[in-house]
């Protein structure tokens, strides 16, 4: 069975916190994605990752940064959160040209 | 011209009825049309895709119909189930300029309710 998990299901941070959001995929896929969720919008790309080290904008890139040191592993950073950041989290991973799996999402609040 | 715009925002539909949610694009290039299914508490999982050299794909009570000429995809569930609550997804995406990734761009989402 793929998978694709995230590090926390729920997280609540602080205006200003430096925030990490893991996330692993056992597929041997390429390619990896992060997504924000909210109501009325759908998902919007973040950043996306097609190899080790490697890194390209999405959409909304605006606050966030990737790393992407290990293949199964591609990390979402915001480097000073605000309130606004307030969403779920979702990752995804592809193998081109195969569908996009999908982990459960974190949903981040921050106060 | 990279959006997808998909309606309904939210959906009511009573057990057995037909359930249709459509989605329109403008990027002639997009080439790969699927739409997920998410439950609550869940990520998005494929349900069905489609690509533009068919006007129809059916998997079981689900189908994807697909017209070229007017930019338009929709999803129809037949016999609609209470187990069919869901947010649905309609996504597109451009092989050629989109790069080896697969990058889909995602339609808002539709809420369906199935009442039994």
């Known amino acids: 069975d793929v998978k694709v998990t995230q590090s926390s299901r729920y997280l609540v941070k602080r205006t200003g916190e430096k925030v990490f959001l893991e996330c692993v995929q056992d597929?041997?896929?390429?390619?990896m994605f992060w997504y924000r969720q909210d109501p009325g919008l759908g998902l919007r790309l973040i950043y996306f990752?097609?190899?080790?080290?490697?890194?390209e904008k999405g959409d909304i890139p605006e606050g966030y940064s990737v790393s992407r040191e290990k293949k199964e592993r591609f990390s979402l950073i915001l480097e000073s959160a605000s309130t606004n950041q307030t969403s779920m989290y979702l990752c995804?991973?592809?193998?081109?040209?195969?569908?996009?799996?999908f982990g459960p999402g974190t949903r981040l609040t921050v106060l | 011209q990279q959006q997808v715009k998909q309606s309904p925002q939210s959906l009511i539909v009573q057990k057995g009825g037909i359930s249709i949610i459509n989605c329109a694009y403008e990027n002639t290039a997009f080439d790969y049309f699927p739409w997920y299914q998410q439950f609550p508490g869940k990520g998005p999982a494929l349900l069905i895709a489609?690509?533009?050299?068919?006007s129809e794909k059916k998997e079981g009570r689900f189908t994807i119909s697909f017209n070229k000429s007017a930019k338009q995809f929709s999803l129809h569930i037949m016999d609609s189930q209470p187990g069919d609550s869901a947010t649905y997804f309609c996504a597109a995406s451009d092989s050629i300029n989109g790069g080896a990734t697969n990058k889909l761009i995602f339609g808002t989402g539709t809420l369906l309710a199935v009442q039994p």
């Open positions: 597929m041997d896929h390429e390619n």
């Open positions: 489609i690509r533009p050299d068919v």
């Open positions: 995804a991973s592809n193998s081109y040209p195969n569908e996009q799996f």
């Open positions: 990752s097609y190899d080790v080290k490697m890194k």
